[in-house]
């Protein structure tokens, strides 16, 4: 009989013994997980605020978008050229060193007019795009003439020294031209660089806007603004699309 006793003390003992040790380790787990949760007082965020993310858990642009490829302003807002106006000719110096106008194009039956420059990385994909364009449209009567907007004897990338080159290493068959003095992108209303102005045999505004749908991509374009552009005045037609948002770089004036 007492063997049984102690027998049955120790076991109650035991149970005991488990029992607390239990007790004690849910206590400990979840004091950890409260303090995982609300964090020491004073690291806790106001109420009604949430706790700051981290900068790789942000996608896309920067918040307000200021870092957006995309033009901003309206025709109106950015005041030049509007569909349908007749742009004026200018004269500017050609990377082959002689002064080139848009007179200076026999037996034209419109024109490409785009701005770029050398070191935008959106005018850098679109330039064989360029050159392609130029190429299936030139013989048909529709050149390609580049102006630089940014070009500055202060900048050595975007130097006209800077441009002869860049002209010889992608071997552009279009004339690529200095706006040195920047008078005729404000006139034309260029914001972006590439930003493009198709224009008709009079020189009048059919369409303004970006080259295509997809400015990372040239195997990924869905929609080829410029060439619907031009095939549809190549059929005596207006283009169905006359106006998109450039892409690309802002246009930077030039530093004094």
């Given amino acids: 009989m ?34 995982e949760h609300k964090g020491p007082k004073g690291d806790r965020p106001p109420k009604g605020e949430h706790p700051p993310k981290h900068h790789g858990d942000r996608k896309g642009p920067p918040p307000g978008g200021k870092h957006s490829p995309e033009q901003t302003k309206t025709l109106e807002e950015i005041g030049g050229y509007k569909i349908g106006e007749t742009a004026t000719d200018f004269k500017l ?46 013989s048909q009567g529709f050149s390609v003439i580049a102006i630089n907007p940014n070009v500055s004897a202060n ?19 279009f004339v690529y031209l200095a706006d040195e003095n920047q008078e005729v992108f404000p006139k034309y ?3 972006r660089t590439p930003h493009v102005f198709l224009l008709d045999a009079e020189r009048k ?41 450039a892409i690309g770089c802002p246009v930077k004036p030039v530093k004094a």
């Fill in 2 to 35: 007492k063997k049984f006793n102690v027998l049955a003390i120790a076991l109650i003992l035991t149970l005991g013994a488990l029992t607390s040790c239990k007790n004690k380790s849910e206590a400990k787990e979840k004091e950890v997980v409260n303090h």
């Fill in 93 to 138: 110096k050609n990377v082959d060193g002689n002064q080139f106008s848009l007179s200076s194009i026999e037996n034209a039956k419109g024109y490409i007019v785009v701005f770029t420059c050398n070191e935008c990385p959106f005018a850098k994909m679109y330039e064989d795009r360029l050159v392609a364009l130029h190429n299936k449209y030139a």
């Fill in 155 to 173: 900048n050595d990338k975007e130097s006209f020294e800077a441009m002869q080159k860049r002209a010889k290493e992608k071997a552009f068959p």
């Fill in 189 to 191: 209303g260029a914001v």
């Fill in 205 to 245: 505004v059919q369409y303004i806007g970006t080259i295509d749908d997809n400015a990372r991509s040239a195997n990924d374009v869905k929609t080829k603004y410029v060439e619907n552009a031009i095939d549809a005045l190549l059929k005596g037609e207006k283009p169905e699309t006359n106006y998109t948002k």
